[in-house]
């Protein structure tokens, strides 16, 4: 195993700033049992810590380092401030990575979402049933399979002479046909589905384990006192899923901000950087174009991006339960 | 419930188009991997004669035991370390408790939503230089970093939960702090630890992103990075493409299959808590 195992525990606090719990011995001596108690907790977390710090907060500083200078992996790198910053917020090409980044968001969270929401609502009533049983089995598959894996699936159903294609012939829709990864109107709501196809699974599954949940006498005095379902689903359903709705949510929004493996199997951001998003960007600045800073500067912004998207989700969507 | 009968044949139907939808790409997979290698067939097509010999051909060029062989070994250094690390660092800040618990535990969860391009440039330079680039270690030692802010927080979660009065009763009776960890915790804590296992196990077989940037050559790959190598290597050559892509996928499904329930509420759980 790989772990330092003479750990030095971290620093303790050294004061003792929590109230006490009652005890038996002298106070000197429940204070000295405390410290020995916390050195020995401090040594348990610091292997985790360790590897933690090692290898990503140590990156993440050198990344915010890296995206002051101007450096292409060998030569004597030059300060540059905030042009690289400059750079991502204004050339086309990047800008228009984070703003791939939100449409996605679209594609891979709220269809899926909404999707599932729905589809939960509707399968409710047999929620116990052997087919949704079997059914949970298999719209997890996609959940299990590497992302690139599905991406590849995709790129061969969405090509000219793919599944999705030769169904729409058979309907006599032959005049929307195309390789619908390789049109410019198309490509990015085509990666879009892909990611759908992959997010839509769990959040049905997830949403329907909370509605469950929900009490069915709920529902019974909503239908006795003469409530529709569309009522039934906005002061019963809906309240009663927020938790999971919350997760889906995030999961998925996060996956849509830092999209990858898809997108580089299925278009490698093209038609024309039309799927291009940062975290495909930052591959290419940082190890094809040699743009060691602009591809920091990048991951810095993306960083950020997803914590100021979360945070807020998080409050908005958890914040008011308990 | 009430529940009428449009309300059932509705909620079938729906299912039903859901998991066709599911499973029909994997359909077509299979299917077009039957064709003549080198040939462009249809979406879903049964070829005249099956070519059975593509997924032979398949398993050659991708060379299959070798990429399992690597992505077990990516397996044995990841997930057993990772699950004991977490352990000893749940049980640290979950029971133990010290004096500054609740800001490490804070500094660990500002990593949960961390995306992994963020830090991949710099983790090259420093791969790099550790001198470890191109071997599998590249891929294990970092994994075991960036799954610690889920890790920890899940172990975490799970210690926090076990009841005190546990724990007390035990220490009146004399127990040391080992005795209460091995004796008490840890048997209480298997479920939580084989889901954390389950849930390492399946992104660590999924990781592409460090695999196509720290290693170079496929074989040294986890079975995502190799997929992406393959397609590379095979990408017009459809039937074959289709035939190595489901070889690649064939280990994983097995897994899922066998162990479907454990999987599906390690992933609920999972994301619950991430």
Not at chain 2, 157 to 176: H, K, M, Q, W
Not at chain 2, 245 to 250: C, D, E, K, Y
Request: charged fraction near 10%; aromatic fraction near 10%; proline fraction near 6%.
């Amino acid at each position: 195993m790989p772990a330092p195992t003479s750990a030095v525990p971290a620093p303790g606090l050294g004061g003792d700033a929590r109230p006490r719990r009652p005890s038996s011995g002298s106070r000197a001596r429940s204070r000295h049992r405390r410290l020995g108690g916390d050195l020995l907790a401090y040594a348990l977390v610091a292997p985790a810590a360790l590897f933690y710090a090692f290898f990503v907060l140590r990156p993440i500083v050198t990344s915010a380092q890296y995206s002051f200078y101007d450096w292409n992996g060998v030569s004597t790198a030059t300060w540059v401030g905030f042009d690289n910053y400059v750079a991502v917020l204004s050339e086309p090409k990047l800008v228009g990575a984070i703003l791939n980044a939100f449409e996605l968001i679209l594609y891979f969270s709220i269809v899926p979402v909404g999707l599932a929401l729905v589809a939960a609502n509707l399968i409710r009533s047999i929620a116990a049933s052997r087919l949704a049983t079997a059914a949970r089995t298999v719209l997890f598959i996609p959940q299990v399979i590497p992302l690139v894996a599905a991406g590849i699936i995709w790129s061969w159903q969405l090509s000219s002479d793919g599944l999705v294609n030769q169904i729409l012939r058979a309907v006599g829709l032959d005049a929307v046909t195309r390789a619908w990864l390789g049109d410019f109107g198309t490509a990015l709501p085509a990666v879009g589905v892909i990611g759908a196809w992959v997010q839509v699974g769990l959040c049905l599954v997830l949403i329907l384990s909370g509605m469950t949940r929900i009490d069915a006498s709920l529902y019974e005095a909503a239908r006795l006192d003469g409530a529709g379902p569309v009522r039934e689903f906005f002061s019963i359903t809906l309240p009663g899923v927020r938790q999971e709705i919350a997760i889906c949510v995030t999961v998925t929004v996060i996956s849509a901000l830092a999209s990858f493996d898809i997108i580089y199997v299925a278009t490698q951001g093209g038609p024309g950087n039309r799927t291009l998003v940062p975290g495909l960007q930052i591959f290419y600045l940082a190890f094809f174009e040699r743009e060691i800073g602009t591809a920091s500067a990048f991951s810095i912004v993306l960083m950020a991006l997803v914590i100021a998207v979360v945070l807020p989700l998080q409050r908005l969507l958890r914040g008011r339960e308990s | 419930m009430i529940v009428s009968r449009r309300e059932k044949i509705i909620g079938r139907t729906i299912l039903v188009v859901l998991m066709l939808v599911t499973v029909l790409p994997f359909v077509s997979l299979f299917v077009t991997a039957l064709h003549e290698s080198g040939s462009y067939p249809q979406g879903i097509e049964w070829p005249e004669t099956p070519h059975w010999e593509n997924f032979v051909l398949a398993f050659q060029s991708a060379d299959m035991f070798r990429l399992l062989g690597s992505s077990i070994l990516i397996e044995l250094g990841v997930v057993p370390a990772a699950v004991l690390l977490a352990t000893l660092a749940g049980f640290g800040l979950g029971h133990l408790k010290p004096v500054g618990a609740r800001a490490v535990f804070i500094v660990f969860i500002l990593g949960l939503t961390l995306p992994f391009e963020g830090i991949i440039t710099p983790l090259y330079f420093q791969i790099r230089d550790l001198g470890i680039l191109n071997t599998r270690w590249a891929i294990i030692l970092p994994l075991i970093g960036l799954f610690m802010p889920f890790a920890v927080t899940w172990m975490r979660a799970n210690f926090a939960t076990i009841p005190r009065e546990l724990s007390e009763a035990a220490r009146v009776d004399g127990a040391s702090t080992w005795h209460l960890f091995w004796r008490i915790h840890i048997p209480l804590s298997v479920p939580a630890i084989s889901s954390l296992a389950i849930l390492l196990f399946l992104w660590t077989w999924n990781q592409f992103l460090l695999a196509i940037v720290l290693v170079a050559d496929p074989a040294q790959r986890t079975m995502a990075g190799a997929l992406g190598a393959f397609q590379g290597r095979y990408g017009t050559d459809i039937p074959l493409l289709c035939a190595g892509s489901l070889l690649i996928l064939t280990p994983t499904l097995i897994v899922f299959l066998l162990f479907q329930r454990k999987f599906v509420s390690a992933l609920l759980q999972g994301s619950l808590k991430g």
